[in-house]
């Protein structure tokens, strides 16, 4: 950053020492209009078009008429990691490292708007913007591996940034950060007629440093949907005669890995007077969750529960749980619970308390998913 105010001097060697020295040390040079992936017109040093929903950088040095050293007060050198060029790219399980923009910037996969012929190695005073424009996933992994809250993410910051940088993410038009879906539970047996939870979905994008994100009109933030929970199993005696029925599994949440459905109770038993079985959830798709399995009737005397919906959407949201499974029920009142919902992975989640951010979007843009900074919606490996 060219760290003087109005009224200090300011020479040309200040403004080459930050942007790079122009063809012929021509000061008009400076008046530069560059297209990186999906941003369009950016100039040497880019701040937020406040007079847009999603606040995409517009540039805040002169790009046509008059330039004077008085333009370049407390300006900075912009760099964008380029999450743009080539294919798709999606976390395997074969591959755990999640994707690290501060990572993919030491790698030196950047481009330096101005005259460096590279990236600075302390990013200090510099603005990064990160730039997501081709679609990002992951896996959803083996069964139970997403138990804990959230703490899987598609796309990190990093932390590793240096103190007085400026960080935003920008997802263009064709920008797509998807979490995983979450399983359906299984359905409750008459053993342990209880439905299975929901498994929960992954996250899209991890703040791990203080930044904003800006979605572009056409651009997704996606989080997994939650899976739909278990149905409970039922059982009732009568007569020296047990009659039961198992829990409908849940359906799979929203994904681009697509969460399963759960398996019905009594899972691969046949049916017969005296034993009923479930039906299993369905898959999620990428944009929809899997119904849950119906609820099923023995003989009126015993009653599986229906499993849990996964989440799914089109429309931007910020809740994305799975739905609970219903309580398998008995003519004796003999009750066993449905199975809760899985918790939806966030669309933008951060590392810690010590994180900021604030997320702005066109009205075509799709963001599903929490994406507050509030302590619910904190911590990720």
């Known amino acids: 950053?060219?760290?003087?105010?109005?009224?200090?001097?300011?020479?040309?060697?200040?403004?080459?020492?930050?942007?790079?020295?122009?063809?012929?040390?021509?000061?008009?040079?400076?008046?530069?209009?560059?297209?990186?992936?999906?941003?369009?017109n950016l100039g040497l040093d880019n701040d937020d078009d406040t007079g847009q929903s999603h606040r995409p950088p517009t540039s805040i040095i002169p790009q046509s008429g008059t330039i004077k050293f008085s333009d370049f007060y407390q300006k900075r050198l912009n760099v964008v990691v380029d999450y743009y060029s080539g294919g798709d790219e999606e976390e395997g399980k074969s591959n755990l490292n999640i994707k690290t923009a501060y990572k993919t910037y030491k790698s030196g996969k950047v481009t330096v708007l101005g005259f460096k012929s590279s990236a600075p190695s302390i990013t200090s005073g510099s603005k990064i913007i990160i730039h997501v424009n081709k679609k990002l996933s992951r896996e959803r992994g083996e069964q139970g591996k997403y138990d804990q809250e959230n703490s899987n993410i598609t796309l990190r910051t990093g932390g590793a940034w240096e103190s007085g940088t400026q960080l935003r993410v920008d997802v263009g038009g064709n920008g797509r950060i998807f979490g995983a879906g979450g399983d359906g539970g299984e359905g409750g047996?008459?053993?342990?007629?209880?439905?299975?939870?929901?498994?929960?979905?992954?996250?899209?994008?991890?703040?791990?440093?203080?930044?904003?994100?800006?979605?572009?009109?056409?651009?997704?933030?996606?989080?997994?949907?939650?899976?739909?929970?278990?149905?409970?199993?039922?059982?009732?005696?009568?007569?020296g005669q047990?009659?039961?029925?198992?829990?409908?599994?849940?359906?799979?949440?929203q994904g681009d890995d697509?969460?399963?459905?759960?398996?019905?109770?009594?899972?691969?038993?046949?049916?017969?007077?005296?034993?009923?079985k479930g039906k299993d959830g369905e898959s999620g798709s990428r944009y929809a969750g899997g119904a849950g399995g119906a609820a099923v009737d023995n003989d009126e005397e015993a009653y599986g529960g229906?499993?849990?919906?996964?989440?799914?959407?089109?429309?931007?949201?910020?809740?994305?749980?799975?739905?609970?499974?219903?309580?398998?029920?008995?003519?004796?009142?003999?009750d066993r619970p449905g199975g809760a919902g899985g918790r939806g992975g966030s669309a933008v989640r951060r590392k810690s308390s010590g994180i900021s951010f604030s997320v702005y979007y066109a009205g075509s843009a799709l963001v599903i998913g929490r994406r507050t900074s509030s302590s619910s919606n904190q911590g990720f490996n």
């Not at 969460?259 to 009923?276: L, V």
């Open 1 to 40: 950053m060219i760290n003087k105010n109005p009224g200090d001097p300011i020479s040309f060697t200040d403004i080459k020492n930050e942007f790079g020295m122009p063809p012929n040390k021509n000061l008009g040079a400076y008046r530069i209009s560059q297209s990186v992936g999906g941003l369009s």
């Open 189 to 239: 047996t008459a053993y342990d007629r209880k439905g299975g939870k929901g498994e929960q979905g992954t996250s899209a994008l991890g703040m791990a440093f203080s930044g904003d994100v800006h979605v572009h009109p056409g651009g997704q933030i996606i989080g997994g949907g939650g899976g739909g929970g278990g149905g409970g199993g039922a059982r009732q005696r009568d007569g």
């Open 242 to 253: 047990t009659r039961k029925a198992g829990g409908s599994g849940g359906g799979g949440g």
């Open 258 to 276: 697509k969460g399963r459905g759960g398996e019905a109770g009594y899972k691969g038993r046949t049916n017969n007077r005296n034993r009923k």
């Open 306 to 334: 229906r499993g849990g919906a996964g989440f799914g959407a089109t429309v931007t949201m910020e809740l994305n749980d799975g739905e609970s499974g219903d309580p398998g029920t008995s003519n004796q009142h003999d």
